[in-house]
């Protein structure tokens, strides 16, 4: 969001209701909003009043599909697939000690 610092509180409300009518504020903020729109009727006709005034942008802007292998390409970039010689090794190790648990648990239980 803007710097609070220099608006007046009207101001501030109004820099709000247009940031969240253009969609870049943050997840947090988003929803704190959400929820004054339901209970600030003040509040809900400025950004209704910024949704009438951005409304052209929006329609003199073609729509454009995004590719279709973009999603797949964002979730490999956030969420890469670990190797999966490492990832087996892994397992390995984890059953390997598991084992050695239940030995030494089996052990322990059989002596008492």
């Known amino acids: 969001m803007s710097d609070p610092q220099f608006l007046s509180p009207n101001d501030s409300d109004d820099v709000l209701a247009a940031?969240?009518?253009l969609g870049v504020i943050d997840r947090g903020l988003r929803a704190t909003t959400?929820?004054?729109l339901?209970?600030?009727s003040r509040f809900?006709?400025?950004v209704a009043a910024w949704a009438d005034r951005l409304a052209p942008l929006d329609e003199a802007t073609p729509e454009v599909a995004p590719p279709p292998d973009m999603l797949p390409?964002?979730?490999a970039r956030l969420f890469p697939a670990p190797d999966?010689?490492?990832a087996l090794w892994l397992w390995l190790a984890l059953a390997g000690g598991a084992l050695v648990l239940a030995a030494?648990?089996?052990a322990l239980l059989l002596a008492s």
Do not use: K, N, T
């Open 84 to 86: 999966q010689p490492r």
């Open 104 to 106: 030494v648990a089996a």
């Open 44 to 46: 809900a006709a400025r």
């Open 38 to 40: 339901r209970r600030d």
């Open 73 to 75: 390409r964002i979730e």
């Open 19 to 21: 940031e969240y009518v």
């Open 34 to 36: 959400q929820d004054r």
